[in-house]
């Protein structure tokens, strides 16, 4: 099938209607993936942590010795842990659901008569999409239309050279499979490498070539980040520790006490008490709900990892048109013929017509239905201005595109025109390479140079414009080959986006440095930096200059240079390296296919979902759905957010098992009676779990999480600060819980009074170690102004069980406690209480000095 012009400009396309309809009688253009874990999977997950099995064990020795009710409720708890898993790993799973949506590559349809971007997984039979330059083809696809359309196959052939597309007729008698060039069908997952087209699907979802080959393309990877691996290493080692300390406790018990059943309780016990076993929970439900909460900021993660490094990036380098602008053109001033003519000034006068051939140049070399911002603003103008005179040609075909190119910033098109012999060509691009397609002298050159400077200087882009006339059938291979005679230039407005100011400011308070990279002109690059707020607009480094530098010299300028201007998409890559090589964390922004190697690079690779090309976005680590540079911001402040939550809940995890640990082996080494059995550690597990997964992971930022410098990349999550804090605050715990334990003894109460006033203990001190967690800055009562309604739930669940296991006599059995009195729980609570106050001073006095406790 081939279209005219005529018919091309006509397409309707679907309506929402019949499209909504397909999408529920074919489903989703996806392929089959992973599928959901199932809750028989997640059970059978839960049976193999060492968890599960002592819980097992322990239950089996009660059997054994003879206590059928503790073991049934010991075996209970089990069903109580799958609950909690179960409700965990559903949160997580429906989090990357959501991200999976997001990352769904994107289309450009016709729908009902317009131009609509969506998911790619919304696509449907008969559809009509709009291909360009850098696009992941959604599905298997007739051309229908094209220029100059190339395909990279290589995903289905293995050939990696790109083949060519073209519209046919009679395209019923092909076979439709990929390979091959001059054939009209296009397939799932290839990449458009040049070129424009409309094509219209036959084939979507597990139909598609690709779904009949079976490959599932992920796009958000499964990968195991650095903290994974350093909370693997430490799991590791403290599960060895609590086996070792395990089969010591057995012997001590079995060899002093002579028995040996209940030595194996205690052993089991203290195993229990010392398994981190949280440390991965947390860090999968972290690192996946914080994807999940950064999402929300209008910024979609690719990779975990970028999580993790979002809080040390000292350096963001950003495009400025759509990121620091509004990518929002309109034409406000108009140059030829040695006269200045401003837009703005004039918009209610008619057009001079000394400029009518400036505009309708300007309006030939773009594409009749625009995409590019820049000429969507030349065909506005023209359409105002131009209307009713000889100077709008809907009618000349069209013939060939000479593309812009690294070696010619500039573009040409030919046009067949009816009234006259040969073709009509127009150009426009960057001045210096229309002045260079015009074969203009050096002095020429310079005196356009002098009005293109005067015009970029108000911050303005500016756009040279020619013309040439060719009667020769045969064009020629290079548009330097026409004889072009210059026009005049056209200069472009995009105001700068009204968040920015705000957000530099708060990313030089945070101790990150941005950086504008752009294509534009050095002089208007200054006057949108200084707009912005950008530090030291006054030197610039050009493109040109990036070439000449060495190496050493390089590392030097881009240490205090801010502004790169006339920069080519490949000269990001030698800057991300440079910055790289010079210590820096560098987030970078880009769009275009030849942006890919920098975004790879980057630490953080930064593509634009709205004007960004499928190979950025595959490139890139994070993507920007809004394309605005305050979304990056609030990406960072989040990704230090959790980074800061999650050494909090790592704090907590630590310091929690001390005094469970410690009150379990105490009564061992001392021959006390024994205060903790399987059962109250099951009972602690379960505030512990809750505890550190929602509400850490739920809690608000601190107060100056931009006012204080990036974090290093190197600082570990267990820094030796922050393991000595977290160990004394676990350690002063224990004394408290070992003191209460010893008077009640010593004061005469029995064995079943002295467990249940230090149980009491041991849960106040825990919640203490929670609330005193949730900041290391401010104070428990500063903290209570936070709002989280996770805390709320988990303490009040913890208190009310507590109140149940104590004064209901079949739970007070089970539990071996006894009944105590309301002055017993009020001094449980002051020890509690008491078990933390140090650190709350320690909080104050590091306030006082400017110091940071979470700093390693």
Same mark, same amino acid.
């Given at each position: 099938m081939i279209l005219s012009e005529n018919e091309l400009k006509n397409l309707t396309g679907l309506s929402e209607k019949e499209a909504s309809e397909k999408l529920k009688k074919e489903g989703y253009n996806e392929l089959p993936s992973s599928k959901r874990r199932s809750v028989f999977a997640i059970i059978f997950e839960v049976f193999k942590e060492p968890m599960f099995l002592l819980l097992v064990a322990s239950g089996t020795i009660y059997l054994v010795l003879g206590d059928f009710q503790e073991a049934m409720m010991? *075996?209970?708890?089990v069903f109580v842990i799958m609950g909690i898993t179960i409700y965990q790993e559903s949160k997580t799973e429906k989090a990357l659901e959501a991200l999976k949506d997001l990352s769904s590559p994107r289309a450009l349809v016709i729908r009902d008569g317009e131009q609509k971007r969506i998911a790619g997984r919304e696509v449907v039979r008969e559809d009509l999409i709009i291909l360009s330059e850098g696009d992941r083809i959604p599905a298997d696809a007739e051309m229908i239309w094209g220029l100059n359309l190339t395909v990279d196959e290589s995903l289905l052939t293995g050939e990696s050279v790109s083949v060519r597309k073209m519209a046919q007729k009679n395209s019923e008698k092909l076979e439709r499979k990929p390979g091959g060039d001059d054939l009209p069908f296009l397939f799932s997952g290839s990449l458009v490498v040049q070129g424009q087209g409309v094509a219209k699907v036959f084939s979507a979802g597990v139909q598609t070539e690709m779904g009949k080959i079976g490959k599932a393309i992920s796009s958000i990877e499964k990968e195991e980040t650095l903290l994974q691996k350093e909370t693997g290493r430490l799991v590791k080692g403290i599960f060895l520790a609590a086996i070792l300390l395990c089969l010591v406790i057995v012997l001590i018990y079995g060899i002093s006490r002579n028995d040996w059943l209940k030595g194996i309780l205690s052993g089991i016990t203290l195993a229990m008490a010392m398994l981190p076993e949280e440390f991965p929970v947390v860090l999968t439900v972290f690192l996946a709900l914080g994807a999940w909460r950064i999402s929300k900021k209008k910024v979609l993660t690719r990779r975990i990892s970028a999580i993790e490094t979002l809080g040390a990036s000292t350096v963001l380098c950003t495009d400025k048109t759509g990121t620091l602008t509004q990518n929002k053109m309109t034409i406000r001033k108009l140059f030829c013929l040695d006269e200045f003519y401003d837009i703005l000034e004039n918009k209610r006068s008619g057009l001079p017509e000394k400029f009518h051939e400036l505009v309708e140049y300007g309006i030939l070399a773009s594409k009749k239905d625009p995409f590019d911002p820049m000429e969507k603003a030349l065909r506005e103008l023209g359409y105002k201005t131009l209307v009713n005179t000889e100077h709008l040609h809907e009618d000349w075909p069209f013939v060939e595109e000479y593309?812009?190119?690294?070696?010619?910033?500039?573009?040409?098109?030919?046009?067949? &025109?009816?009234? +006259?012999?040969?073709?009509?060509?127009?150009?426009? =691009?960057?001045?210096?390479?229309?002045?260079?397609? &015009?074969? $203009?002298? @050096?002095?020429?050159? !310079? =005196?356009?140079?002098?009005?293109?400077q005067t015009m970029?200087?108000?911050?303005?882009?500016?756009?040279?414009? @020619?013309?040439? /006339?060719?009667?020769?059938?045969?064009?020629?291979?290079?548009q330097h080959d026409f004889d072009f005679q210059f026009i005049g230039l056209v200069a472009l407005a995009d105001p700068i986006r009204k968040?920015?100011?705000?957000?530099? +400011?708060? &990313?030089? !308070?945070?101790?990150?440095?941005? /950086? $504008?990279?752009?294509?534009?002109?050095?002089?208007?690059a200054q006057n949108i930096a200084k707009q912005i707020g950008l530090a030291n607009p006054e030197i610039v480094v050009t493109g040109e200059e990036l070439t000449k530098m060495s190496?050493?010299?390089?590392?030097?300028?881009? !240490? +205090?240079?801010?502004?790169?201007?006339?920069?080519?998409?490949? !000269?990001?890559?030698?800057?991300? +390296?440079?910055?790289?090589?010079?210590?820096?964390?560098?987030?970078?922004?880009?769009?275009?296919?030849?942006? @890919?190697?920098? *975004?790879k690079a980057a630490h953080i690779g930064i593509a634009m979902g709205e004007r960004g090309t499928d190979v950025a976005r595959e490139s890139s680590h994070l993507v920007l759905l809004d394309d605005d540079f305050t979304s990056i911001v609030s990406a960072v402040r989040m990704g230090r957010r959790i980074f800061d939550n999650l050494k909090k809940?790592? @704090?907590?995890?630590?310091?929690?098992?001390?005094?469970?640990?410690?009150?379990?082996?105490?009564p061992v080494i001392f021959g006390w009676p024994i205060v903790l059995y399987p059962v109250h550690i099951v009972f602690l597990e379960l505030i512990i779990d809750p505890a550190c997964s929602v509400i850490f992971e739920a809690e608000n930022e601190e107060k100056n999480i931009m006012t204080r410098p990036p974090r290093k990349q190197s600082e570990p999550l267990f820094g030796k600060r922050m393991i000595l804090l977290s160990l004394l605050q676990g350690f002063f715990a224990l004394i408290m819980v070992a003191f209460v334990y010893q008077a009640s003894l010593r004061l005469g109460q029995s064995e079943g009074e002295a467990r249940t006033i230090t149980f009491i203990t041991l849960i106040i001190s825990n919640i203490c170690l929670i609330l005193a967690n949730r900041s290391w800055?401010?104070?428990?009562?500063?903290?209570?102004k936070k709002r989280n309604p996770a805390l709320i739930w988990v303490i009040g669940a913890t208190l009310l069980f507590l109140g149940l296991i104590i004064y209901v006599p079949f739970l007070e059995g089970l539990f071996h406690f006894s009944f105590i009195h309301p002055i017993d729980i009020l001094a449980s609570l002051i020890a509690g209480i008491a078990s933390v106050a140090w650190f709350e001073l320690l909080k104050i006095m590091a306030r006082r000095k400017g110091e940071e406790l979470l700093k390693n």
């Amino acid at each position: 099938m081939i279209l005219s012009e005529n018919e091309l400009k006509n397409l309707t396309g679907l309506s929402e209607k019949e499209a909504s309809e397909k999408l529920k009688k074919e489903g989703y253009n996806e392929l089959p993936s992973s599928k959901r874990r199932s809750v028989f999977a997640i059970i059978f997950e839960v049976f193999k942590e060492p968890m599960f099995l002592l819980l097992v064990a322990s239950g089996t020795i009660y059997l054994v010795l003879g206590d059928f009710q503790e073991a049934m409720m010991l *075996l209970g708890f089990v069903f109580v842990i799958m609950g909690i898993t179960i409700y965990q790993e559903s949160k997580t799973e429906k989090a990357l659901e959501a991200l999976k949506d997001l990352s769904s590559p994107r289309a450009l349809v016709i729908r009902d008569g317009e131009q609509k971007r969506i998911a790619g997984r919304e696509v449907v039979r008969e559809d009509l999409i709009i291909l360009s330059e850098g696009d992941r083809i959604p599905a298997d696809a007739e051309m229908i239309w094209g220029l100059n359309l190339t395909v990279d196959e290589s995903l289905l052939t293995g050939e990696s050279v790109s083949v060519r597309k073209m519209a046919q007729k009679n395209s019923e008698k092909l076979e439709r499979k990929p390979g091959g060039d001059d054939l009209p069908f296009l397939f799932s997952g290839s990449l458009v490498v040049q070129g424009q087209g409309v094509a219209k699907v036959f084939s979507a979802g597990v139909q598609t070539e690709m779904g009949k080959i079976g490959k599932a393309i992920s796009s958000i990877e499964k990968e195991e980040t650095l903290l994974q691996k350093e909370t693997g290493r430490l799991v590791k080692g403290i599960f060895l520790a609590a086996i070792l300390l395990c089969l010591v406790i057995v012997l001590i018990y079995g060899i002093s006490r002579n028995d040996w059943l209940k030595g194996i309780l205690s052993g089991i016990t203290l195993a229990m008490a010392m398994l981190p076993e949280e440390f991965p929970v947390v860090l999968t439900v972290f690192l996946a709900l914080g994807a999940w909460r950064i999402s929300k900021k209008k910024v979609l993660t690719r990779r975990i990892s970028a999580i993790e490094t979002l809080g040390a990036s000292t350096v963001l380098c950003t495009d400025k048109t759509g990121t620091l602008t509004q990518n929002k053109m309109t034409i406000r001033k108009l140059f030829c013929l040695d006269e200045f003519y401003d837009i703005l000034e004039n918009k209610r006068s008619g057009l001079p017509e000394k400029f009518h051939e400036l505009v309708e140049y300007g309006i030939l070399a773009s594409k009749k239905d625009p995409f590019d911002p820049m000429e969507k603003a030349l065909r506005e103008l023209g359409y105002k201005t131009l209307v009713n005179t000889e100077h709008l040609h809907e009618d000349w075909p069209f013939v060939e595109e000479y593309p812009l190119s690294r070696e010619i910033l500039a573009l040409s098109h030919v046009w067949r &025109c009816p009234d +006259k012999e040969g073709y009509v060509v127009s150009a426009k =691009g960057a001045p210096e390479a229309i002045a260079d397609l &015009c074969h $203009m002298s @050096a002095s020429e050159k !310079q =005196g356009i140079y002098r009005h293109v400077q005067t015009m970029a200087s108000e911050g303005l882009r500016v756009l040279g414009v @020619a013309r040439a /006339v060719f009667k020769k059938e045969n064009l020629p291979k290079s548009q330097h080959d026409f004889d072009f005679q210059f026009i005049g230039l056209v200069a472009l407005a995009d105001p700068i986006r009204k968040t920015v100011p705000a957000a530099i +400011k708060e &990313c030089y !308070q945070a101790g990150i440095r941005v /950086v $504008m990279i752009t294509g534009d002109y050095p002089v208007t690059a200054q006057n949108i930096a200084k707009q912005i707020g950008l530090a030291n607009p006054e030197i610039v480094v050009t493109g040109e200059e990036l070439t000449k530098m060495s190496g050493e010299d390089l590392k030097k300028w881009v !240490q +205090k240079t801010n502004i790169f201007a006339r920069v080519v998409p490949e !000269q990001k890559l030698l800057l991300v +390296k440079t910055l790289k090589e010079n210590g820096e964390i560098v987030g970078m922004t880009g769009d275009g296919v030849n942006d @890919a190697p920098a *975004l790879k690079a980057a630490h953080i690779g930064i593509a634009m979902g709205e004007r960004g090309t499928d190979v950025a976005r595959e490139s890139s680590h994070l993507v920007l759905l809004d394309d605005d540079f305050t979304s990056i911001v609030s990406a960072v402040r989040m990704g230090r957010r959790i980074f800061d939550n999650l050494k909090k809940a790592m @704090a907590y995890i630590i310091s929690v098992h001390v005094p469970i640990a410690g009150i379990s082996l105490l009564p061992v080494i001392f021959g006390w009676p024994i205060v903790l059995y399987p059962v109250h550690i099951v009972f602690l597990e379960l505030i512990i779990d809750p505890a550190c997964s929602v509400i850490f992971e739920a809690e608000n930022e601190e107060k100056n999480i931009m006012t204080r410098p990036p974090r290093k990349q190197s600082e570990p999550l267990f820094g030796k600060r922050m393991i000595l804090l977290s160990l004394l605050q676990g350690f002063f715990a224990l004394i408290m819980v070992a003191f209460v334990y010893q008077a009640s003894l010593r004061l005469g109460q029995s064995e079943g009074e002295a467990r249940t006033i230090t149980f009491i203990t041991l849960i106040i001190s825990n919640i203490c170690l929670i609330l005193a967690n949730r900041s290391w800055r401010e104070s428990i009562f500063a903290s209570f102004k936070k709002r989280n309604p996770a805390l709320i739930w988990v303490i009040g669940a913890t208190l009310l069980f507590l109140g149940l296991i104590i004064y209901v006599p079949f739970l007070e059995g089970l539990f071996h406690f006894s009944f105590i009195h309301p002055i017993d729980i009020l001094a449980s609570l002051i020890a509690g209480i008491a078990s933390v106050a140090w650190f709350e001073l320690l909080k104050i006095m590091a306030r006082r000095k400017g110091e940071e406790l979470l700093k390693n």
